[in-house]
T-cell receptor
Framework: DQQVKQNSPSLSVQEGRISILNCDYT??????FLWYKKYPAEGPTFLIS?????DKNEDGRFTVFLNKSAKHLSLHIVPSQPGDSAVYFC????????????FGKGTKLSVKP | ETGVTQSPTHLIKTRGQQVTLRCSSQ?????VSWYQQALGQGPQFIFQ???????GRGNFPPRFSGLQFPNYSSELNVNALELDDSALYLC?????????????FGPGTRLTVT
């Protein structure tokens, strides 16, 4: 039973436009959420995180929104750049004190020039 | 500052054999976590080591075992390999055990079991 779901395997966006990647979770015990980016032949790289006490966190072009009642989070990338083309993983943790991250299957983002 | 490194890059083993994968953590990090990423899936947590002790384990059988050394590098051992063990094995080091500590991932070891 998947506790973290990324229902879109792929997303294609034009350069300069907004990319919105979605993630749903089922476990209400999750209280810390992260997004990772992965290029081929490299390990995942941390992008941005959000604690369950917040509903938004921004870092430059990246913003994560958390809707706890809907058990849904999203990553917005504005403006999208070709270098953003990668696989994006959503991850969640039960209790920020626990290091084991539970990942979704990922969404492959393609940003076209 | 050296990042997280893993060896070997690729490995081919036969069913029933044993394998050891290695991970060198980033300087200053005392925690190593191991993940298995099957094709088309996200990484799945295997276990975490903190100061040479196991500190949490995912839903993996006992034939998956690990070690952490005094320099905080780590090994993942898998006995009695099965075909389903074919995957990318990722290790991540961090400065602490909680999810608040950023986990820095290595490039992974691609294991193929035939």
């Amino acid at each position: 039973d998947q506790q973290v779901k990324q229902n879109s395997p792929s997303l294609s966006v034009q350069e300069g436009r907004i990319s919105i990647l979605n993630c749903d979770y089922t476990n209400s015990m999750f209280d810390y959420f992260l997004w990772y980016k992965k290029y081929p032949a490299e390990g995942p790289t941390f992008l941005i995180s959000i604690s369950s006490i917040k509903d938004k966190n921004e870092d430059g072009r990246f913003t994560v929104f958390l809707n706890k009642s809907a058990k849904h989070l999203s990553l917005h990338i504005v403006p999208s750049q070709p270098g953003d083309s990668a696989v994006y993983f959503c991850a969640a943790s039960k209790g920020g004190s626990q290091g084991n991250l539970i990942f979704g299957k990922g969404t492959k983002l393609s940003v076209k020039p | 500052e050296t990042g997280v490194t893993q060896s070997p890059t690729h490995l081919i083993k036969t069913r029933g054999q044993q394998v050891t994968l290695r991970c060198s953590s980033q300087s200053g990090h005392n925690t190593v976590s191991w993940y298995q990423q099957a094709l088309g899936q996200g990484p799945q947590f295997i276990f975490q080591y903190y100061r040479e002790e196991e500190n949490g384990r995912g839903n993996f059988p006992p034939r998956f075992s690990g070690l952490q050394f005094p320099n905080y590098s780590s090994e993942l051992n898998v006995n009695a390999l099965e075909l389903d063990d074919s995957a990318l094995y990722l290790c991540a080091s961090s400065a602490g055990t909680g999810a608040f500590y950023e986990q820095y991932f290595g490039p992974g070891t691609r294991l193929t079991v035939t």
